[in-house]
Structures are given as C-alpha cells and as structure tokens.
C-alpha cells in the first residue's frame, strides 16, 4: 500500500511538472513569434527512477535525456516495453562508445572525431544511423566539453563521412552563472553558427540548448529542441 501511494505521489508530480513546462514552453514560443509546437522537448531524466519516466512517458513525454551510462542502461532495461527515445546528453568516454552506440538513438555531446569514428564503427548494421549533434563550448569555458565555433565545422565534416551517423544539430551548455543578457547573447552566437553551418551545406534540424532556468530565452533565440530536468522532475532532474 505505501508502495501504491508513493507511487501515485511520484506520478502526480510528474504530470503536474510536465504540464507546467509544456505551458512554459507555449508560451515562449508565443513571445519569440515561432510556431506552436516547433520546439521539442527532452526531459533529463538522470538521477530519476524508472517509475517517473515512466509516469512522464504515460503523460505523452517520448523524448528522455541521459548523462550517466550506466544509470541509463539500467533504467533501459526495466522500461524495454516503452519505445522511448533515449538521448545521451553527458561527457563521452572513448571507452564507453560501444555501449552508447548499442542503446541510444541520439547522441548529442559528440565533441571530436575520435569520438564520431568510434560510435560510427560500433553502430550495429541493424539500427539506422544513429543522430548526432555537435556539441560547442559556446562560452569558451576551458572547463566545459565541446569545440570552438571555429571547429564545428571541420567537426560536422567527420561525423557527415559516416554513413552509420546522422549528423542532426549543434547543442551547448553555456555557463550557469550568467544574467540572461549574457546567456541570450551566447544563445544568438549558437543559432548564428547553426546558420553559418546551413549555408555551408549541412542539413541540420535540430539547434538543443536551454535548461530549466532559461529554456524561455533559448526559445526566443532559435532552439528547436531544450533539456528541462529539474523543472518537470525536481533538483535531481539536472
């Protein structure tokens, strides 16, 4: 019975933090004068149990964001019967790239070539091509994964060689202490590149970036796609 409850209280929560976010996100577009619907929601689902996803999933959410492998894998398992598309959001270790390759469909922190090579070569023949972002240092932060804006291209060029990938986007995770002027104008220089890289000839779709504490500005500067974890799950969803 307290099982049940708990349950049932997670599970209400859940639907009620989607809800919330979805209006967050309607909204948004509203201001930034782009189309209802044409930003995609991933709900960062680390550090959540099994039965939240799974609640989430229920309540229409397809789309779940993953940075610890293992954690994911895990969580995987118990929700085979769900046909979730599971992204991979987190730093890559070139000896986890098999495992990345064997059960996401998106990757969307590749960051070098190394990195592309392996998840293409390690990418079983009988699942498509698996989707890859870009992921740019958009802050220039040293502490931070990604390439320079000057990199992404030659970057987009290796992964676009591999015919098991699916090069899709860029994505970013600028710095977390900053006013929303300085993250707006982070954003604009990622959307500029986005488009510089389009012009160049690559058939990008997909432009993630934006969390919880600022999904509505990376909306109005172009996302197509935020990462919103702790505001649908709670603090331990980012």
Known sequence: MWRYSSEMKISSEVVA???AV???LALAEQAGRRQRDAVALLAVSKRQSATAI???YAAGQLSF???YLQEAITKMET?????IDWHFIGRIQANKTAELARHFSW???VDRGKIARRLAEQRPSSLPPLNVCVQVNISNDPAKAGVTADQASALCEQVQAFSQLSLRGLMAIP???QSSQQRCQEFARLRQLYRTLQEQGFALDTLSMGMSDDLEEAVIEGATMVRVGSALFGLRGE
Do not use: D, K
């Not at 929700?79 to 046909?83: A, I, K, Q």
């Open 79 to 83: 929700l085979s019967s769900l046909p």
């Open 65 to 67: 964001g993953e940075s």
């Open 17 to 19: 933090g989607l809800s």
């Open 54 to 56: 799974a609640a989430c």
């Open 175 to 177: 710095l977390a202490q």
């Open 107 to 109: 990757v969307q922190s």
């Open 22 to 24: 979805r209006q967050r």
